[in-house]
T-cell receptor, first 115, second 112 residues
């Protein structure tokens, strides 16, 4: 199994509070991704990174920010959580991302509930 | 726009039978790669099979095979000799440029 961990695994928070989710990898893969998974929507890309300090927006980036100061860590921040951000969040990594045969390896997911 | 459509939200199959999950996609790119991922109740995403779009030969991995029709932009997954452990959500995806695009998933239940 690819070495990807996410923390926390579960979190309950209140509307308006900041939340940071952490993804940590031990594979030294260049690409890292944050997705959210919701019923009826599958997996939707929030942000991704193609190197240290290199990030870009995905399909559903509003209300989220990311940072990558080290190859192994990719942080997802909800500056002011809303109930619509209640979801399961997955981190994924890939050795190469550009039109690649390389698969994405996924972390175990974080279940976030915003009350 | 890049889209992936899985038109079967739920399916069921008897153990040891064969089932086919459908997937269509839309892209204007010529260079892309296609994937099927499995998500069992444990929630862990697992790669099932992948296909290079420029290869006409359909990929196979043990009991799993695909029917790739590039002109129709169709990428269906066939599971032969279904097993109880195949019960999961299945996602079709493709990779082009810097991103992966996922369908909404098909929930497959294997009935003993």
């Amino acid at each position: 199994d690819a070495g990807i961990t996410q923390s926390p695994r579960h979190k309950v928070t209140e509307t308006g509070t900041p939340v940071t989710l952490r993804c940590h990898q031990t594979e030294n893969h260049r690409y890292m991704y944050w997705y959210r998974q919701d019923p009826g929507h599958g997996l939707r890309l929030i942000h991704y990174s193609y190197g240290v300090k290199d990030t870009d927006k995905g399909e559903v980036s509003d209300g989220y920010s990311v940072s990558r100061s080290k190859t192994e860590d990719f942080l997802l921040t909800l500056e002011s959580a809303t109930s619509s951000q209640t979801s399961v969040y997955f981190c994924a990594i890939s050795e190469s991302g550009w039109s690649s045969y390389n698969e994405q390896f996924f972390g175990p997911g974080t279940r976030l509930t915003v009350l | 726009a890049q889209t992936v459509t899985q038109s079967q939200p739920e399916m069921s199959v008897q153990e040891a039978e064969t089932v086919t999950l459908s997937c269509t996609y839309d892209t204007s790119e010529n260079n892309y790669y296609l994937f099927w991922y499995k998500q069992p109740p444990s929630r862990q995403m697992i790669l099932v099979i992948r296909q290079e779009a420029y290869k006409q030969q359909n990929a196979t991995e043990n009991r799993f095979s695909v029917n790739f029709q590039k002109a129709a932009k169709s990428f269906s997954l066939k599971i032969s000799d279904s097993q109880l452990g195949d019960t999961a959500m299945y996602f079709c995806a493709f990779n082009t440029g810097n991103q992966f695009y996922f369908g909404t998933g098909t929930s497959l239940t294997v009935i003993p």
